[in-house]
């Protein structure tokens, strides 16, 4: 089964909403999780490190501000979509480090169109 | 920093028929991994094999293979006997402190 659940698998939401999304390791602590956002037929491109207890670390060209993140919990890590504008309309998909055992897992990924 | 290429958008395979998936990296770092990953339509991450820089030995994972060339900087993904539930996008990763920088992909199908 799964070990990283993301939530939720598809959205829909009225520009200039804010829409948030979870990623959830189901067990394991994971102090690391990280964030991808897919174009249609475009490869993942990294958005941000989330770490549990302290800031993320964003990529360049990525908006702190719009997209918010926070890993309050060694389970858990969310990423909030603030202001959605049409454009902001892709796939997103988390993965977390276990890093008990070195391995990263992929959540199920999340469908955003904003209308 | 690293840099994945992946120079075939698509490739066919006849099934039962053996297809190599081509990807190379740049990397300053002396240590990394190399990672493939599956995609199938519902968009899901598949993890498929990895290649530590140090290995000795190409990874191997069933039916997947690594055709690992440190000289090259190449790290190509060997599929036999595919099948036809092998059609997908297959994205080739480098990783540094498990940061993943994904390929551009090659969508593979499979031909009956």
Avoid at chain 1, 82 to 103: M, Q, V, W
């Amino acid at each position: 089964g799964a070990v990283v659940s993301q939530h939720p698998s598809w959205v829909i939401c009225k520009s200039g909403t804010s829409v948030k999304i979870e990623c959830r390791s189901l067990d394991f602590q994971a102090t690391t999780m990280f964030w991808y956002r897919q174009f249609p037929k475009q490869s993942l491109m990294l958005m941000a490190t989330s770490n549990e207890g302290s800031k993320a670390t964003y990529e360049q060209g990525v908006e702190k501000d719009k997209f918010l993140i926070n890993h309050a919990s060694l389970t858990l890590s969310t990423l909030t979509v603030t202001s959605a504008h049409p454009e902001d309309s892709s796939f997103y998909i988390c993965s977390a480090l276990n890093r008990a055992g070195e391995k990263l897992f992929f959540g199920s990924g999340t469908q955003l169109s904003v209308l | 920093a690293q840099k994945i290429t992946q120079t075939q958008p698509g490739m066919f395979v006849q099934e039962k028929e053996a297809v190599t998936l081509d990807c190379t990296y740049d990397t300053s770092d002396p240590s990394y991994g190399l990672f493939w990953y599956k995609q199938p339509s519902s968009g899901e991450m598949i993890f498929l094999i990895y290649q530590g820089s140090y290995d000795q030995q190409n990874a191997t994972e069933g039916r997947y293979s690594l055709n690992f060339q440190k000289a090259r900087k190449s790290a190509n993904l060997v599929i036999s006997a595919s099948q036809l539930g092998d059609s997908a996008m297959y994205f080739c990763a480098g990783d540094s402190s498990y940061k993943l920088i994904f390929g551009s992909g090659t969508r593979l199908l499979v031909r009956p």
